[in-house]
């Protein structure tokens, strides 16, 4: 499997290190109950389709890097810089 | 007044030392310079900023500059390597950086080698995730990538083709195990 880092280039995977899907918005820890933060810290979907998941550069350029791949043919259709991502609310 | 008992080395200093190494019959397929003494800082600022006080064009990308004695080496986003033969050239990078970028001296941090000769592009294909084929890979390009699970900075100097790798001086003697069994069966000058 290769990524392409938007500042590399094509580079294979094992100069990446793989973090996981992108989590949704942190419940506002002091109002959400212990069920809620159980939901957001341990539960992880995990969908036959696209997704969008965090890896890091770690043998490259260091940075982190938002990949969309679909998980039933590992194919990626972007990659963008985790720093330039717009954060959901 | 006593003879100094500190002297400095390089990072090859007993590892690596000039001379043919591998095969010896035929012309060595691969010349190998052990980096010495030089003058290194890494830099932080954004391409535009370091590029609009230098007057160029710099993108976050892997390339690298010359800029007079210096050559400035993108590593990661907002992150440069400069180098130099110039051994003070962090404290001046500092000061003519002041307000641009963070400066800080890296000179000794890093074993440096060159690799030129016919085979140079054969020795590294051998532990090399990048692509070095001329229409993949040129002179001014940079790879951030990784040898032997070593992190390294890999580029391509010229056309001949010479190519450029520093890594951290502590990973020398393990680097060293991997070019030399990468490069022995080419025959390789190594010069000092
Ligand atoms: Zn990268």
Not at chain 2, 86 to 111: T, Y
Request: net charge negative; proline share 6%.
């Amino acid at each position: 499997m290769r990524i392409t880092c938007p500042y590399c280039g094509e580079r294979d995977v094992r100069e990446f290190s793989y973090l996981g899907g992108e989590p949704g918005p942190r419940p506002e820890g002091r109002d959400a109950d212990i069920e809620t933060m159980f939901e957001h810290v341990y539960q992880r979907p995990n969908p036959a389709g696209p997704i969008r998941e965090y890896w890091y550069h770690a043998a490259g350029c260091h940075s982190w890097l938002i990949a969309e791949r679909d998980t039933r043919t590992h194919a990626i259709a972007a990659v963008t810089a985790a720093a330039d991502r717009e954060v959901r609310s | 007044m006593a003879e100094p008992r500190w002297k400095p080395v390089t990072a090859w200093e007993g590892i690596a030392a000039p001379g043919l190494f591998g095969r010896i019959d035929g012309a060595p397929g691969v010349i190998i310079e052990l980096g010495g003494h030089v003058g290194m800082a890494s830099v932080s600022a954004p391409a535009a900023a370091l590029g609009a006080h230098y007057g160029l064009a710099l993108t976050e990308a892997p390339r690298a500059y010359k800029i007079g004695d210096m050559t400035l080496i993108w590593t990661a986003p907002a992150q440069w390597l400069a180098t130099s033969d110039d051994r003070s050239l962090a404290d001046r990078l500092g000061a003519a950086l002041s307000g641009v970028a963070a400066v800080a001296d890296q000179s000794d941090a890093r074993a440096v080698v060159r690799l030129s000769g016919p085979k140079a592009r054969d020795v590294l294909a051998k532990g090399c995730l990048v692509d070095l084929h001329p229409r993949a890979f040129g002179p001014g390009q940079v790879a951030m990538t990784v040898f032997g699970h070593i992190n390294v900075m890999l580029r391509q100097i010229d056309e001949r083709p010479t190519f450029e790798i520093a890594l951290f001086r502590s990973m020398a003697e393990s680097f060293w195990h991997w070019l030399g069994a990468a490069a022995g069966e080419f025959g390789a000058d190594i010069r000092g």
